[in-house]
């Protein structure tokens, strides 16, 4: 039995979708713990490419389980869509696969238009997918579960009177146009009757699995730096993304899990507004975004594009425990001269080798580089570690000396087989 977590080590968009997609060969269970469709993970299978905003990204192996945790806000109508695509796409052809937590809390349509009312005034860059408000819902103890969509009258109750709530603040502080009662109970029974046969009690079906020694691998969305508590606040997301919200996500114990897998990107890339010391706003952060495709799965936003950061991967490594890496995307930068990594940041004279708390701290850091020559070819063909450039192996060991950690996975490509496994985490 073992237990894999993986997460993501800058402002997400890793890769991590590749890496889960990849591991699924190895494992019963692909789950699902925080976050909800502000993500996209993104799989590309035989030139075939696949978006993911909620199903976990194992959904593409068959007979593989997808359970989508408690700690997940849900979107049923994106669901939907996503389930309606794959099966249109010839996937996804056993219902038994995927499962949704009962305590999952649900998104409503209130929690998307709040969302994007109030970008109008924080400006965090959000998704507008109403991801913040639903958790605030959770929070304040009023959020609507998915477990209280299956009884009617209670459904009944609790939308009625978050109703009352949502539409004040929404007409008298948001200036925004009212929800009519009728409309989204219709539609979301009209979800439940659709979305009925996932619905499990999916905290007993993983402690059963670990019970009989299945392999699970635990899906984080998002990166370290968007943590609520650990990431770039205000400017992060509204769940912990780090791995031991894992846990708190699926309910398993922290004694489960074996190992954490942190995914890194070759460079830095962050979408939304917040403090980024690496960002390159010149022609070189447009060759990045242009090579490495940067542009939002969920929300198409073009991404901003930086050189790799060792100082914030490091902070992600000691947050999570991550011993193992995987480095992604490493081709992007093929056609690179020279090729920089951030080692410390320069703040009011002083330098710094951690990443700070104070934003204006942070929006006034200025990075540090170690500059290393390019290896100015293509690396999309290695099969194995010796098969990659020496300039490459050098930037690669750089980073593991620089972040404390190895890299055990290599990504040169978007398609499964473009990677370099040199341990993988379910020891196989
Ligand atoms: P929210 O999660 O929609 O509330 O957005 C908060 C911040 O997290 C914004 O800067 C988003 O761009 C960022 N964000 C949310 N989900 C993702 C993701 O999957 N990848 C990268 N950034 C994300």
Redesign the pocket.
């Known amino acids: 039995m073992a237990c894999v977590v993986i997460v993501?080590t800058q402002?997400?968009?890793e890769g991590k979708g590749k890496i889960v997609d990849l591991l699924t060969r190895n494992a019963d269970f692909v789950v699902r713990f925080q976050?909800?469709s502000?993500?996209?993970?993104t799989i590309v299978l035989r030139g075939e490419k696949f978006i993911f905003h909620l199903i976990p990204s194992g959904i593409l192996y068959r007979g593989k389980k997808c359970i989508i945790g408690n700690g997940v806000v849900l979107d049923p109508e994106v669901l939907l869509e996503e389930i309606k695509e794959l099966k249109e796409r010839g996937y996804f052809k056993d219902d038994q696969q995927l499962m949704i937590s009962e305590e999952a809390h649900l998104i409503l349509p209130y929690h998307r238009k709040i969302?994007v009312a109030r970008e109008r005034i924080f400006k965090?860059?959000?998704?507008?997918?109403?991801?913040?408000p639903a958790y605030e819902d959770k929070v304040a103890r009023c959020g609507i579960r998915v477990i209280d969509l299956m009884d009617e009258e209670l459904f009944r109750e609790k939308l009625e009177a978050n109703l009352l709530q949502k539409n004040t603040y929404l007409v008298e502080v948001l200036k925004e146009e009212p929800f009519r009662f009728s409309e989204i109970f219709e539609t979301y029974l009209r979800f439940r009757d659709l979305l009925g046969k996932y619905i499990k009690d999916t905290t007993r079906i993983l402690h059963e699995a670990l019970h009989q020694g299945k392999h699970i691998l635990f899906e984080g969305?998002?990166?370290t730096l968007?943590d609520l508590d650990h990431g770039t606040y205000p400017?992060?997301?509204?769940?912990n993304t780090v791995a031991g919200n894992a846990c708190a996500g699926a309910g398993v114990p922290p004694t489960e899990i074996d190992t954490i897998l942190g995914v890194a990107k070759a460079y830095t890339?962050?979408?939304?507004?917040?403090p980024f010391p690496t960002e390159l706003r010149d022609e070189v952060g447009e060759k990045m975004r242009q090579r490495g495709g940067e542009y939002?799965?969920?929300?198409g936003?073009p991404?901003r594009c930086g050189w790799f950061d060792a100082v914030i991967v490091n902070h992600a490594i000691r947050i999570n425990g991550i011993r193992e890496v995987a480095l992604t995307k490493m081709d992007v930068l093929n056609e690179f001269e020279k090729i920089k990594i951030c080692v410390g940041y320069q703040i009011d004279g002083k330098v710094l080798y951690h990443v700070p708390s104070n934003l204006r701290i942070w929006q006034s850091a200025k990075p540090i580089y170690e500059e290393m020559e390019g290896w100015k070819g293509e690396i999309r063909g290695a099969k194995q570690y010796r098969d990659l450039p020496l300039n490459a192996r050098r930037y690669i060991k750089r980073i593991e000396e620089l972040i404390q950690a190895r890299v055990t996975i290599i990504s040169v490509g978007s398609e499964r087989e473009e990677t370099i496994i040199l341990k993988n985490p379910f020891g196989k």
């Open positions: 993501g402002w997400g968009d976050g909800g502000n993500a996209g993970h969302d965090i860059g959000t998704t507008g997918r109403g991801i913040g969305a998002q990166g968007l400017y992060v997301t509204a769940s890339t962050r979408v939304g507004e917040g939002g799965a969920t929300t936003r991404r």
